[in-house]
T-cell receptor, first 112, second 111 residues
Framework: DTEVTQTPKHLVMGMTNKKSLKCEQHMGHRAMYWYKQKAKKPPELMFVYSYEKLSINESVPSRFSPECPNSSLLNLHLHALQPEDSALYLC???????????FGQGTRLTVV | GNSVTQMEGPVTLSEEAFLTINCTYTATGYPSLFWYVQYPGEGLQLLLKATKADDKGSNKGFEATYRKETTSFHLEKGSVQVSDSAVYFCALYSSASKIIFGSGTRLSIRP
């Protein structure tokens, strides 16, 4: 199994809503990532978890809250988002001894 | 700091044409280098990689060679197909557990 699975694929939420994005992998990877991608731009790193601990937070606003409940799961909790947060949110994972990352298909988020 | 620069797109070619997408990098040490591909409406797929100087990564007819002397990792394919139409990202893995992407090159192939 070389897949990173993200749910949901599409999400529309209001600015007062609370929602969560989910990511799952069963490759035994101990590093997991959240990226944000705007249209026609490269992915931008948001968070990195290493061995279930948050190791990098790229100065992301607190309305985005990551969580890593176990080595296979990664969540991104969303609250009070703005329309400019609309984007494709990508999850990725990698093995600590390898450098390549495997990406999920992404969640396309629209904030209305 | 570490950075990746790739050629501006879009690139439009006819089917069976030769493809080159240029990529150069700036980094300390010896980073791993990658090409990722993103098809419309999808996530990123790893296309190929190289982890040390003079390594050649290859997959699905695409190739790229890690050139330390020119700090380059150009993507090539001898004969492109319509199905190769996508956005291609050159990337490097920095020692800080970060993947740094280039700006992406949109490739369109005409039948």
């Amino acid at each position: 199994d070389t897949e990173v699975t993200q749910t949901p694929k599409h999400l529309v939420m209001g600015m007062t809503n609370k929602k969560s994005l989910k990511c799952e992998q069963h490759m035994g990877h101990r590093a997991m990532y959240w990226y944000k991608q705007k249209a026609k731009k490269p992915p931008e790193l948001m968070f990195v978890y290493s061995y279930e601990k948050l190791s990098i937070n790229e100065s992301v606003p607190s309305r985005f809250s990551p969580e890593c409940p176990n080595s296979s799961l990664l969540n991104l909790h969303l609250h009070a988002l703005q329309p400019e947060d609309s984007a494709l949110y990508l999850c990725a994972s990698s093995h600590p001894l390898n450098t390549e990352a495997f990406f999920g298909q992404g969640t396309r988020l629209t904030v209305v | 700091g570490n950075s990746v620069t790739q050629m501006e797109g879009p690139v439009t070619l006819s089917e069976e044409a030769f493809l080159t997408i240029n990529c150069t990098y700036t980094a300390t040490g010896y980073p791993s280098l990658f090409w990722y591909v993103q098809y419309p409406g999808e996530g990123l797929q790893l296309l190929l990689k190289a982890t040390k100087a003079d390594d050649k990564g290859s997959n699905k007819g695409f190739e790229a060679t890690y050139r330390k002397e020119t700090t380059s990792f150009h993507l090539e394919k001898g004969s492109v197909q319509v199905s190769d139409s996508a956005v291609y990202f050159c990337a490097l893995y920095s020692s800080a557990s970060k993947i740094i992407f280039g700006s992406g090159t949109r490739l369109s192939i005409r039948p």
